[in-house]
């Protein structure tokens, strides 16, 4: 890139960079210290805040950057995500939202323990909390080592180190002074730069095509080099039977795992009540329908326009073919419009990939601090020194994140945060929908049901072609592969319901009819609720 995309976009970043270090600061000097204030924001937030907020929240660079990258290369396949992530939210409406609000506290492990006895509970879902925030936190990770390699011009690995190095820093001190009020407001901020830039990008690549959308597709099937294949169900996932299962597999994990995200299940609490909670999911949505929507014709225009041989050129897993479809919209390298439109693509890509992995950290620090430090310590627990735990935990887990970021640069975002979704829904969304619906449940089912998701979707991933076994894998010289498919979600997400009802069944422990009514009634009217 020339010096003057460089300077433009260093300049943007710095810009966006300050403001939120300064929305921080402020934060932090009208903050009470209290464990409400730093996990929850003190619950002041209204639906239509709260509701960006979660946008901002699950619009990731995986979106922004990853689902793009699949659909110029693979076409009709890349829709999957599209469609997965924007679907899952009708899971999280309609069985997780209210319910969520009314019966947790701060993180998933609230609603668990509140009829099991606590501290098994907690040491296993925040594990698991932990484990799914990191693989989605190493998705941005690689995001913005792409970006970064991409604006400077350089492929090198210290690029990419530098730029990881440098997320990890910035996301630390977010979470450590802000807490959930700083974070609430960086998301907000970021999903309206998000939505505004991604609107025009979008309405520039259907004026190039004069508003007709056909052309678009058949200009994008021509330049692929697969012709009518491009716009058919196949060319990633329809190969073989394996190709297919693995389909249906991310297919799954994408559904089911939104409802299993800590980061997710969090922004619920940081409304005063159930009804805004739902109305909050009611606002991101709107938003997020809208942006997958606008995901699918940049994904398509970057084929169309930019050509999937070029974005491979430039990152062999598509990260960055919105940055160049912005670049060839504005009037090319070198052009005044281009180096403006690739600045504040790339400018925003940054800030979306500042603003998750705040959100992560957070959510990841809490589960620490509030569920397994707690559990261990809960006698001598003060909610100041638990906040002081939850900062301290931000920097471990920053730490652990810019590590794995390093190790699997060469990955898509997307498919990263698919691993993610899988685990998500493994380990977390069985023992949540058993807490809240199963009478019976007890807490052997409870742990049972965590393990026995987390454990597979983990074991299956090590032993998959993404970490050995295939040129793309994170070991490419090494081949201990023995599970053919990629996403582990087909297998993992059964077992972890089939643990739990296992658990159940084999315990000699009575589930607490008392407990289970006062949960339920608590769930469903509010009565109770913090």
């Known amino acids: 890139m020339t010096d003057n995309h460089q300077t433009l976009a260093l300049l943007l970043f710095s810009a966006f960079i300050a403001v939120t270090l300064g929305i921080t600061t402020w934060v932090s000097r009208k903050r009470r210290g209290s464990a409400e204030e730093f996990y929850a924001g003190g619950r002041l937030f209204s639906p239509m805040e709260n509701g960006f907020a979660i946008a901002g929240d699950y619009m990731s660079a995986a979106s922004f950057l ?7 290369l693979f076409g009709y396949d890349g829709l999957l995500y599209s469609v997965g992530f924007l679907v899952a939210w009708l899971v999280v409406l309609f069985l997780v939202a209210e319910l969520v609000r009314n019966c947790g506290r701060f993180t998933l492990a609230d609603v668990v323990a509140a009829r099991m006895r606590e501290r098994p509970v907690r040491i296993a879902a925040g594990t698991s909390s932990v484990t799914v925030s990191v693989l989605y936190l190493v998705a941005q990770m690689v995001g913005a080592g792409s970006l970064v390699a991409l604006l400077l011009g350089q492929t090198g690995e210290a690029a990419r180190a530098w730029a990881v190095i ?13 807490g959930m009020r700083a974070t609430t407001w960086i998301q907000i901020v970021k999903a309206v730069l998000l939505l505004g830039g991604t609107l025009a990008l979008t309405v520039l690549v259907l004026v190039r095509f004069h508003g007709d959308f056909d052309r678009l597709l058949l200009t994008a099937a021509e330049r692929s080099g697969h012709g009518a294949a491009f716009l058919a169900p196949g060319l990633k996932y329809g190969g073989d039977w394996t190709a297919r299962f693995d389909f249906m597999s991310l297919g799954l994990a994408l559904v089911l795992g939104t409802a299993g995200l800590p ?4 922004r619920f609490y940081t409304v005063p009540t159930a009804r805004a909670a739902r109305r909050s999911v009611v606002w991101s949505i709107g938003l997020i329908g809208g942006f997958y929507l606008m995901t699918i014709v940049l994904g398509f225009g970057a084929a169309a326009i ?5 974005v491979r050129r430039s990152n062999a897993a598509g990260n960055t073919a919105v940055p160049l479809l912005a670049l060839d919209l504005g009037g090319g390298a070198g052009s005044t419009g281009g180096t403006v439109l690739f600045a504040i693509v790339a400018a925003v890509a940054f800030a979306t990939i500042l ?17 397994l430090y707690a559990s261990l310590r809960r006698k001598n627990t003060e909610p100041r020194s638990e906040v002081a735990v939850a900062r301290i935990a931000a920097v471990g887990v920053g730490v652990v994140a810019i590590g ?4 699997a640069r060469d990955l898509n975002v997307a498919f990263l945060v698919g691993l993610a979704f899988a685990v998500a829904a493994s380990a977390n969304l069985p023992v949540l929908l058993f807490s809240l619906f199963w009478r019976g449940f007890t807490t052997r089912g409870a742990v049972w049901a965590v393990y026995g998701g987390l454990i597979p979707a983990l074991v299956l991933v090590l032993l998959s072609p993404v970490v050995s076994g295939s040129p793309q894998s994170l070991f490419p010289e090494l081949d201990f592969q023995v599970f053919p498919l990629q996403n582990p979600g087909l297998v993992s997400i059964p077992l972890g319901f089939l643990a739990g009802w296992l658990g159940t069944v084999t315990s000699a422990e009575v589930a607490d009819e008392a407990k289970h009514a006062e949960t339920e009634v608590r769930s469903l009217t509010g009565a109770g609720a913090v």
């Open 306 to 310: 930019v050509g999937p041989d070029a």
């Open 66 to 72: 990853g689902i793009s990258g699949l659909i110029a």
């Open 166 to 178: 440098g997320v990890g820093a910035l996301m630390v001190i977010y979470v450590s002074l802000g």
């Open 404 to 407: 794995l970021g390093l190790l």
């Open 263 to 266: 980061h997710i299940l969090s």
């Open 355 to 371: 603003a998750v992995v705040a959100g992560i950290t957070l959510a990841s620090s809490a589960s620490v601090a509030h569920d």
